[in-house]
Every structure is written in C-alpha cells, then in structure tokens.
C-alpha cells in the first residue's frame, strides 16, 4: 500500500543524500518524494511517498525518525489531507485534434501554458487519480511528453 | 569562557573541546592536512598515541570504549588514512560503540576538485556512522565536537565523524562560537512505560519455562548488576549473546552460556522450547537465530527492551515492547516483582539440568586441545583480566570457555566479525586502563593483519600478553569446507608463516613457544610473570573444530555436537 510521509527536516546540504541513502540501504522503494523549504527557513519539508505493508512503514517511520536531521515524521496515510500534484503535460495537436484536446483540457481544469505549431503545453493540478485520468483521457492524441512534481500533502484544519 | 576576544588557532579550538569532554587520549597517525593539528598537539595535555596504520588506531580506541564505556577518540589523515579507518568504523557501528573519529581534510576550497588526498569520507561513511559532520568554519567546533560526543555515546551508542578540512585546523585568530547544542532532530528513546512494567511482571509470574537472553544493550546500560539481581530473585535462567558475555558470569548457577551458532545445547534448547523470552538489549542477530527470525523461540511469549525502536519486530514476532535503557527498565521490572508470585520453575530447571549433563562437552586434558588452553589461561589469568579477541575459531573457544566475569573486561568483534581487531583493541584496552592485565586470545590468520601494531605495544611499553592458538591455517573457513564443502580445502594453508616468537623478539617483545601439552601452564604462568608483553606461540592441531555448530539455515536445536 502507499503511504505519504511527511517529514520535518533540518535544511542543510547533505540532508537529501542522507534520506535517500537510507532508503537504498535499507531496499525500501520511494515512489516520489518532494523537497521544500518551510515557513521556518532552518526546516525543509519532505513528502515521501512510499510503498510497503504496515510493519515495513513502521520500520521506514523509526529508521527516518533516527537521522538526526529529521525532526519530526508524521504519516499522513488514512488522515485527513489535501494532497496535490502539478504537471506538466506536452501534447501533440492538429487542426483535427485541436479543439478535441482543448476541451479535455477544459475538462480538467487545466490551463494551457505554452503553445507551438504541432503541440501545446498543459498545466494540470489535482490530485494523484485526476492527473492519471488526465493523462489516460490525453494519450490517444499524442503524450509528447510529462513531468509530475510528486505529491505534495498537508493536514486538513479541524472544522 | 574569557572575556579576551584575541582568538585562537582552529586547531587548538579542537583540542580544548575534546578536553572539555574528557578526552584523555586519541589514537592517531599524522599526514599533510594534520599538519596543524599534530603542531598544537604538542602544547596540549591529550596523550596522542601513535599506530601503526589507520585500522589499529580506530581498532584501538574501539577496545579502549568497551572496557571503560567512554567514547573512544581516533584520529587519520585525509585520503588514505581515512579510508583506512573506514573498517573500524563498520567494525564500531555494528557493535553500537560510541566513538568519535575525526578526520583531516583538504582545504574547503579545494573540496570536490580531486585534490591530492581527498575522499568524500562522508559519502562513504554515511550508511556505517550514527552521524558526521563536515566543518566549515572553525568557530562551529566547539558545538559540533560537544554534539558528536552527545550523539556517539546516548541512546543507542555508535560512531560518529567529524572532517576536518586542513584551513579550518590551520586558521589563526579565531573567536569560536558557543558549544550550545542545536539538536532539535536528535531523539534519545526511553520513557516511562507505565503498565507495560506490570504486565512484563504479570507474564514472567505466570510463565513455566521462562529465559532471559541478554545481549550488547545489558552492557552498554551498565545493566550487569541488576540483571543479576533479576536471575537471582526469579531463577529464571539466561542465555547471552557474543556482545553480551560477562554480563551473567558463565560461573552463575543461572547462566546457560552462549545462545546461537555456537552457543551451547543448553541454551539452545532452552531458547527454542521456552514459553517466555525476556529479550534485553539484544537484536535477535542472525548468529542467533539462524537467519530465521519465524522459527525462532516459536513456543514463547516474547518480550522486547531494547533502547532503539527500529530492533522491537524488526525479526520476530513481540508480544510486549519496551523502549528503554537496559538498566532502567530491569531496574523497575524489578520494583513490580514483588507484586507478584515468582515463577515456578522448577520442572524447567530439571530439565535443563538434564540437557546440561547429557550435553557437557567432555574434553581431553591430556591433549593439547583448544578447550584446555582456554580454561588454563583461564584459571591463571582470572576472570577479572581483560580479554580481546580476534576472529575465527580461536574467538569461539574463547567465548565458550573464558570464564569472563565483567561484560567491560571482554572486547570481541561481533557483527562485523572482522580479523585484526584484536591486537589493536587490546592495545587500546591496556591504555585505558594500565594497571589492569589485558590478554590477546588470536589466531595466526587474524594475528598477521594487524601484526604491525606490536611496534605499537614495544613503543608504549605495554605489558599485553598474547595467547595464539597456531593452527597453521584458518581455521574457520576451513572447518565450514570440511563440514559442509566435503572437505575440498581451498586457500587456507598459511604456509608462509613467520616463526611468531623470532618476530616478537624481533620487536623486543618476549616470545614463547608451546608444542606440547605439559608446556602450556608453565608458558602462561611465565607470561604472566613477566612484567612486559609476551607472545606465547602455541601450536595446535588445524584438525580441531568449534562444537556445537548449527549449520546454516539450520533451526538452533539442530547442532553438530561431535
Ligand atoms: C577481515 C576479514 N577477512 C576475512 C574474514 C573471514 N574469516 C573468518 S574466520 C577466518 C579465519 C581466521 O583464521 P585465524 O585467525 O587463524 O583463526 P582460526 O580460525 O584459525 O582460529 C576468516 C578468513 C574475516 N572474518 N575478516
Ligand atoms: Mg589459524
């Protein structure tokens, strides 16, 4: 099953290569994983995304927990959050495709970013399943090429 | 700290840092970039101890943390004499002993440019250290060693790097920052675990068959005493590791001996037909359990202590886990005692006696045997002597029949396993504490990788005795390819050997021989007799094997006993 860790740590060089060294090390699989400064410019925050049964994730949590850069591991899985990815997505279009490909960009909510004579650029947000379905629904008309950020994911507020 | 702002060199920033930590000595050998450190050494109070090559010299500050549980300081130079140390470290961080290895390094400013000597020793180091640094300014020492020496010896004990670039060392005038820690990431575990106590009591009540397995964890907790107290107020018996020998004296009607690969039949039996395993400070290693953490201790309720999280289900399977120091948690398993009706053990006391009797190994007395030479040195040594060790079968004759009384007076590489270890660590040992007597137990094989360091032992006039057991090959492997290869014997002949005693005197260090069994109480005796290091050479056959041995991926009840 995947998990989404978030993980507080200390923004330092050397930092990433400690984290994902232990994730090499150790054969745990990182299926994305995203780094940023916080609101505290000492602090990066990590969102790994991960996959293993529960004793696996626990061993993850408690190896991570260890590093002395990381000050904080939560695992958002099964909690409340708003989890979002941004793509980047180059099409191929005609004059046949043309409109077609606007309209399921339209669909999506995307917004086209850059345009050519054969292909055009799209930014897409959402959701891990929206910009799978995005890039499905896109596939027949030509995927030129994709880049997706990787999850980024933060607790909903109490109501 | 003084009011005068007039600033000092980097390097002696250094030195006094270690002295605030108490350092009293660090084993060491110089190069290019130290060149600022090895010129303020000679105006500061700390021992230096020189080597013979960068793995002794981490070696021996690794024996000197066993045998006193302070952190052990060493010290290479860039490039080479770092990656030399590198062994040392795996050798540290396997075994979770608190050591702090500083290293030189080139100039910042010429880090990443190939430089003469460089090596990212961080980079290498990264999966075998608890933590490293890379010091960039010189006015960050004082934080940075006060934080090492934190990190390497609390919670889980285990190496720790600090590199040190040559401007940073050589850098005058410097107004060094305060020493204040900034570890807000840094988690010792342990708290309180109300309940759990009870519950550990409330099981071991109940329980019939009960054992208590102690390995490294009892040690560095300095937890011996009470474990004592724990075995003598509840019978219930105790298996050690390799790492945790001397922490319930073999001698102690409780003791079982070793658990594991070469444990003894007793404990093994006991581990596998246990209905309670009190598991503390231990990581259910696969000397232990076979590699096969699902068929160990199946009939038992499994109790975990150990002060790092991530070892609790790490192999098997635990019914109760405690996150805490050894002492700590026995210490109050203890206080919840009384409340509750101490097992009865009885019948499983008969029981193990009835293993111990059928399974005692008897041995010839009148043969030069391994067993023999063990219990000789011994009686005349005393359990109270430090022991270090090397790697083979010599360390396993050790470990069954030196009747070790103090987990601090035995030094053996555990999971690293690795040969060589144990001239340095005794060299190390024997600084640490110079009025005590520190024996080498090594191999010829083992002996040779590190043989240069009894320049070491000449120059500081350290009165080691070393007991080699010379079999003229290595003896382990090749008691693995007589046992499970059909006897085809592949590279363990050590034809070249030197005449052990000639190079001993050749390092004007006393030497003697032993050929046949009348000799060997006479040789030991003089050994110890004499004031300075002695190497008694004693000949024995390549013929004789460790006992019992579970063959890999065997369960631990099936051993190989004759
Ligand atoms: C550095 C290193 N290399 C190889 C080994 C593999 N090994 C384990 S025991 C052994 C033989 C040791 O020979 P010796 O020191 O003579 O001890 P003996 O078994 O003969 O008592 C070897 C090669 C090791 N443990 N460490
Ligand atoms: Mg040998």
Redesign the pocket.
Known sequence: MLHTLAVLVENNPGVLIRVAGLFTRRGYNIDSLTVCQTEDPELSRMTIVVNGDDQIIEQVRNQLSKLVVVHSVSDLTGESVVDRELALIRVQVSTETRSAVLQTVDIFRGRVVDMGRTNITVELTGDIPKIDAFVHAIQPYGLLELVRTGKVAILRSEA | MSEERTGIKGATILLNALQQEGVDVIFGYPGGVLLPLYDALLDSPIRHVLGRHEQGVVFAADGYSRVTGKVGVCLGTSGPGATNLV?GIANAFLDSIPLVVLTGQVSTGSIGSDSFQEVDIIGITMPITKHSYLVKDPRDLPRIVKEAFYIARTGRPGPVLIDLPKDVLAQENVVPFSNEMKLKGYKVFGQANNGKIEEVAKVLSESRKPVLYAGGGVVTAGAEDVLRLFADKTAVPVVTTLMGIGSLPLEHPNSLGMVGMHGTVTANYAVDDCDLLIAVGVRFDDRVTSGMGHRFATKAKVIHIDIDPVEISKVVKTEIQIVGDARQVLAEILEALPGFANPDVTDWWNQLRDWRKKNTIQYDKDRLTPPMVMECLGEIAGGDTIVTT??????M?AAQYYPTVNPRNYATSSGL????YGLPAAIGAQIARPKDKVVLI??????Q?SIQELGTIAQNKLPVKIIL???G???????MQKMFYNERYSQ?E?QGNPDFVKVAEAYGIRGISVNSPEQVRGAIEEAFKHPGPVLVDITIS?HENVLPMVPPGKDITEMIVR
């Open positions: 062994t090397d790697v083979g079968q010599h360390q004759w396993g690795v040969m060589g090594t191999g010829d094989g083992s002996f990788m057991l010379n079999n090959v290595l003896g382990m492997v090749r008691q363990i050590l390549e």
